[in-house]
């Protein structure tokens, strides 16, 4: 059985009884708190630099729990950790692929990732947010998607301007997954170029009856993550995983992260207080991960 690592930024995971009993002999916890702060939302280049150095002496996990989306830009930190070239296949409400000024966020990994040499291409599958929607497209990496690095297969179909040109460049977007699943995870099988595949959920992208998070949700249910899990193993050699979107309440000492946070959550994301059952659905979908990924489904 392979290791499962929690880089215990939020305490999110670690408070998970079940999770924790459960796979007590297979968890490596790693205590990162001290750094809550300074690596929520956004994460400096030299305090990103110390920490993926860090996150790199324990090696490199098959499955991944790093808490809140918050701290999804830490996913570059392990992606990069594999040599041999391998497709990024990730399920998220967000593209993450806004450019940067900041290089380590949880908004603009994606930007990164598209640029590391070993990564052939990042599938992005659910996306219901809004961000690629209209011109917001245009905010994010547009080079990538026109040179094919990064797809995207949005869960309901969002027409988006990909060029500033004209208005004629609008290109409507969307998986099949929601109207016909197989061909949907067909969709994504075929946008795959390499054996290898690393594969990373962002929690945000289910319906809250699955998940609780602290950005605001699609609508992808659980299940259909799992199904495109099962298939991709079938076919691919999934070389590592990690998931987000565990809830942790946003809290900084810096004021800008404050603001920040303020302006990018929407709807329920700025106010949610979770009762125990709303928590409880990310422990079964973390329990139900694992066992994805482990091909015991
Ligand atoms: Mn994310």
């Not at 497709?87 to 990994?109: I, K």
């Not at 076919?235 to 590592?240: D, E, L, R, T």
């Not at 709807?267 to 994805?292: H, T, V, Y």
Request: proline share 5%; glycine share 6%.
């Amino acid at each position: 059985m392979q290791d499962i690592f929690i880089y215990d930024f939020d305490s999110s995971v670690s408070t998970q009884p079940d999770l924790m009993a459960q796979y007590q002999t297979r968890i490596k916890l790693i205590d990162l708190k001290r750094h809550r702060f300074a690596a929520r939302l956004w994460t400096s280049r030299m305090k990103f630099n110390s920490l993926r150095k860090k996150i790199a002496t324990y090696g490199r996990p098959f499955f991944a729990l790093l808490g809140s989306g918050d701290f999804h830009h830490f996913s570059l930190a392990l992606i990069e950790q594999h040599e041999k070239p391998l497709t990024v296949v990730l399920f998220d409400n967000h593209p993450d692929w806004m450019r940067p000024p900041h290089r380590y966020h949880c908004g603009t990994w994606v930007y990164s990732l598209a640029r590391l040499p070993q990564v052939a291409r990042v599938v992005i599958v659910g996306l219901q947010s809004g961000d690629v929607e209209g011109k917001n497209f245009l905010g994010g990496d547009v080079e990538s998607y026109q040179n094919g690095k990064i797809v995207l297969l949005p869960f309901s179909r969002v027409a988006a301007q990909i060029s500033t040109q004209t208005e004629a460049n609008i290109v409507s977007l969307v998986s099949q997954l929601e109207t016909n699943i197989a061909d949907g995870i067909r969709e994504i099988m075929d946008a795959i170029p390499t054996d290898d595949v690393y594969i990373s959920v962002d929690k945000d992208c289910m319906h809250p009856d699955d998940a609780c998070t602290n950005w605001e949700q699609g609508t992808m249910p659980l299940a259909t993550v799992l199904k495109c899990i099962a298939a991709i193993r079938t076919k691919y050699k999934v070389v590592g995983a990690d998931t987000v979107g565990d809830y942790s309440p946003p809290a900084f000492r810096s004021p800008f992260k404050y603001i920040s946070s303020w302006l990018d959550r929407r709807g329920d994301a700025k106010s949610l207080q979770p009762s125990s059952a709303m928590l409880q659905r990310n422990q079964i979908a973390n329990l139900k991960l694992i066992q994805a990924f482990d091909g015991i489904a």
